[in-house]
């Protein structure tokens, strides 16, 4: 069985494909232990370990991630992985575990960076004015 999840956080995109395999998570064709840095890594399998090892040794997940730097996409991953596992397992469990550890987990954080707009520098902050 395969099965098609994606997950989003600011600009970058992660689409999931969950297969039935021998525990190989790649990202962007490339295996996840080589993924720099330690952190994102650890971040994008967040996932199993919530689930359990265990779990890992019975998919192959391969995942094509674009858009955003590497904190958003090793968001993004995270959500996509979660909810292909649900998905893939059909485990009400397993849902249930993700949710009451971050519900970030299966839902994506719509939240975007604010536009740039004139008479300032940035979104909000204006231009200093002078008195003198």
Same mark, same amino acid.
């Given at each position: 069985?395969?099965?098609n999840t994606?997950?989003?956080?600011?600009?970058?995109? /992660?689409?999931?494909?969950?297969?039935?395999?021998?525990? +190989?998570?790649?990202?962007?064709?490339?295996?996840v &232990? #080589?993924?720099?840095?330690?952190m994102?890594r650890l971040?994008?399998l &967040?996932?199993?370990?919530?689930?359990?090892?265990d #779990?890992?040794?019975?998919?192959?997940?391969? =995942?094509d991630?674009? @858009? @955003?730097?590497?904190?958003?996409?090793?968001?993004? %991953? +995270?959500t /996509? =992985?979660? +909810? @292909? #596992?649900? &998905?893939h397992y059909?485990?009400?469990? #397993?849902r249930? /575990?993700y949710?009451?550890?971050?519900?970030?987990l299966? %839902?994506?954080?719509?939240r975007q960076s604010?536009s740039?707009?004139?008479?300032?520098?940035g979104a909000? /902050? +204006?231009?200093?004015?002078?008195?003198?």
């Amino acid at each position: 069985m395969v099965t098609n999840t994606s997950g989003k956080k600011k600009t970058a995109v /992660a689409r999931a494909t969950v297969s039935d395999g021998e525990g +190989r998570v790649r990202i962007n064709s490339t295996p996840v &232990e #080589l993924v720099d840095p330690e952190m994102s890594r650890l971040k994008m399998l &967040e996932p199993f370990r919530i689930a359990g090892d265990d #779990l890992r040794d019975d998919v192959d997940v391969d =995942i094509d991630v674009s @858009g @955003g730097g590497f904190a958003g996409q090793a968001d993004a %991953v +995270r959500t /996509a =992985i979660a +909810r @292909g #596992l649900v &998905e893939h397992y059909g485990d009400a469990e #397993l849902r249930d /575990a993700y949710r009451e550890f971050d519900r970030s987990l299966l %839902v994506n954080d719509v939240r975007q960076s604010e536009s740039k707009k004139w008479g300032g520098p940035g979104a909000r /902050a +204006r231009y200093q004015k002078s008195y003198r």
